[in-house]
């Protein structure tokens, strides 16, 4: 197939470059596709577009305090994580379990991604045991038997179901093999041949096509003595990553990306410097309609940057950036983060290709007047 022609052209009040010294009186938007990394090109509008008026219809931006979920799993240790949001690609949930898992799991649907961001335990896998504390992302491949087992009371944990495999970003970008994570640092577990000694009968249950089929056992099903090959699950931190940072320019979300699927896309940011070298430089992301991608952005510690203080989109906090509508920073956020050294907060971002639909735990937390924080 012929291939696409690619123009260039540049009209009227301009910025010599994006995200530096953006002409006076205008604010600049990211119109592009492919979440900034494909074709775009730079406006210069005389108002931010998030400052509307009213919105009519079901497009806009929401966003929920997930410490107001009501976990299933808190109080009943046979239920499940709650879902929030989902669409064929991705799922994502909240888990607060307080007490061992009384069976074990085992997804048929979706490789799982937990990141915690409260609580202590082990996840007791085929492969072995790995501990999870603050700020793990713990990964488990579709179909691996494994038990979760709190040993902390407050826990809070988001789990990323993704429908094909999880994985690493390509090594081989420009940014070569030890960023933003050394291989080094990736913990994949010992084989431990659990056998807790219980007289009776020990229940696998498989979620296949989101229902639960029972097998049950006379011994421990994680009686594994040893692995070898290319599939287990594993464990990192977030502060085994080391970033991409600029010290004169913005640097745009896909270089955060952690873990990709078809589909998704887990990026995490974590406290760096600002743009301290070039006064010009923007140092809060611009404003865009993310075309191509719905984005979650998850505050695990700090302020969102691109809110202004006043927001309280803080901890806890989960934002949804729905494809079509604009979104980007309080107009507040440009003259407060110059005043400002570091960027401190700490997010998980999950960007979808396929439009997310929100589930009933999302709509029961839901910060009804989100759409409006823009503007005030
Ligand atoms: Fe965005």
Redo the contacts with the bound molecule.
Sequence with gaps: MPRREILTFSKGLVAKQARVDVPEGTWEEEFGREGLVGHETMLYRTHPPTEWLRIEGPLRPRAADCYQVRADDEADPRQDASRLLFNQDVAVSISRRQKPMPYYARNADADEVYFVHRGEGVFETEFGPLNYKLGDYIVLPRGTTYRVCPSSRDQFLMLIETRAEVGFPDPTMVLGNHMPIDRGLIEVPEPQAFDPGVKGEYEVRIKSEGEYTSVFYPFCPLDVVGWQGTLTAFKFNVEDLRQVHSHRIHVP?PAYCTLVAEGVAICTFTPIPFQLEDPKAQRV?GY?R?VDYD?LVFTHAGILMSRSRESGIGTGKLTW?PQGID??PHRKAFEQSMQMERMEATIVMVETSRRLRADRSFEEAELKDYAYSFTK
Excluded: I, L
């Design positions: 979300v992301p865009h993310n984005e950036s979104h980007g």
